[in-house]
């Protein structure tokens, strides 16, 4: 057990963790890392693979690069090898369906606080009704298994 003392520093960074979770889902339900490929490409370029607007895009784009999964060099961004490796479906570590199953998971968790004083869950039962729900926890499972 850590017996460190905290800090308002460590503990405003714990509290704003989530913009590099949502960072990472959006970059993974964008497929980002999978249309960058083994290429170097602008911001355009991938937009226009991803039909997305190009500044948003390139924000996004650079959010990702702070955070040491993209690289960029002279306006074009590539995969890191954890991008490619991981993030990208033409890899067979693959691990984007299980990122998306924890994206689906996001809005629940937030309501963490309701489930607390209610003492009941804040949503129905699994929705297995929605397809990218179901193929992101059914595939994540057989990636991690």
């Keep these: 057990m850590n017996n460190e003392e905290w800090n308002p520093g460590q503990i405003l960074e714990l509290s704003g963790y989530y913009w590099k979770t949502c960072t990472l889902h959006a970059g993974v339900k964008l497929d980002v890392f999978t ?5 170097s490409l602008g911001a355009a370029d991938i937009a226009r693979k991803l039909n997305a607007d190009d500044r948003a895009l390139m924000l996004l784009l650079n959010a990702l690069t702070a955070m040491n999964l993209l690289l960029k060099s002279d306006g074009k961004y590539t995969n890191t090898p954890a991008g490619l490796t991981f993030l990208s479906k033409a890899s067979p570590q693959y691990l ?7 994206h689906h998971l996001v809005e629940s968790w937030s309501q963490l606080d309701q489930a607390v004083r209610s003492g009941h869950p804040v949503r129905g039962r699994a929705s ?3 397809e990218e729900k179901r193929e992101s926890f059914l595939m994540g499972m057989f990636n991690i298994a």
């Excluded at 249309?35 to 290429?39: H, L, M, R, Y």
């Excluded at 984007?96 to 924890?102: K, L, N, P, T, V």
Aim: proline letters at 0%; hydrophobic letters at 45%.
């Design 35 to 39: 249309a960058i490929g083994q290429e």
């Design 96 to 102: 984007g369906f299980m990122i998306m199953h924890h």
């Design 128 to 130: 297995f009704g929605d």
